[in-house]
């Protein structure tokens, strides 16, 4: 059985109508479900809902039934909060979130004054669970450690060329290019130029001569697909042969989309890719069924709602503070293995980032021996 209720958090909180014939335990989910952003939200939205329908098709949770209330923050700082809210006037026992870290952090305000507990599985930015309340968790890594693997690879590799390092100014672009920036930099190696860009533009080409006049060979983006792929689509429009490298907001097919092929060569850092685990298989297989293309994000949010279940069968309640307790003391199995959180609330147990290259349309394992 599979029980959801879709509340649109567009614009304000509409005085709507609220169903109140509901399951026993209702749970909340929000992401970016429409505009711009929707990429970021439809294969967790997936990964949820089909977590909730195998939960419910096996008698539920303590013998009681999921019921999945959805909202959409859009991947916005200002409409998060709202979301955030209209889940806790639903009274959700718990709030899986999976959107971005602009988003994403405002709306760990609203769960932590509530009382609500959260469990993220898109926001990347440290602050989410260093600021966050207690029952604050991430079941993704932390841009620290991200941009640590990408200042890394930049100094190993492009050490004595001349690299740029530019952001979108959001909690999620911004946060990241520092932390390579601190990175790069820690190696001895200085970046040529730091500068940002506007999302949403369709035109970069002052982007593209500034880099062009500081002689960039390899570009570091921290920003969002859609704009990385415009770049450097308009980079190869202008014969410009900069390296593009970003992190995780690649890992999906907007990137191609938008920069076609252009976008060959690309390299990116992004969560594990657990499709190949058996114990993934078969669900990544409804996952292609219900998205027509394979993304691993949809795995992490189905592991988020197994890891929940599991700890609260063990605690023998819903209570927010005794699961964010057995979070902590345990690990769970879940499709992405066995794993657990850290004291601050991030999760443990696999390698929660490798790299990928684009090439011929989709995404693959980077083997970074191979230059």
Known sequence: MHRIRAVLVLVALAAAAVDHARADIPIGFNSALTGPYAWVGEPHLAGTELAVADINAKGGVLGELLELIVADDGCDAELAPLAAEKLVSEAVAVAFGATCSGAAIPASKVYGRAGVLMIEAGATNPRLTEEGDSRVFRIVGRDDLQGTIGGDYLADRWGSNRIAIVHDDSAFGKGLAEQVKERLNQRGVPEALFATYSPGAMDYSDLLEQLRAASIEVLYLGGYSPEAGLIIRQARDREYGVQ???????????????????????LFTSFSDPTKDPRAAEIMSRVVARLQQPNARALYSYAAVQLWAQAVEQAGTTDAIQIAERLRQEQFETVLGRIGFDAKGDVTGFDPFVWYVWTDGKYVSKDLTDR
């Open 244 to 266: 593009l490298v970003a992190g995780d907001s690649l890992s999906t097919g907007e990137f191609w989309l938008v920069a076609g092929p252009a976008g060959e060569g690309t």
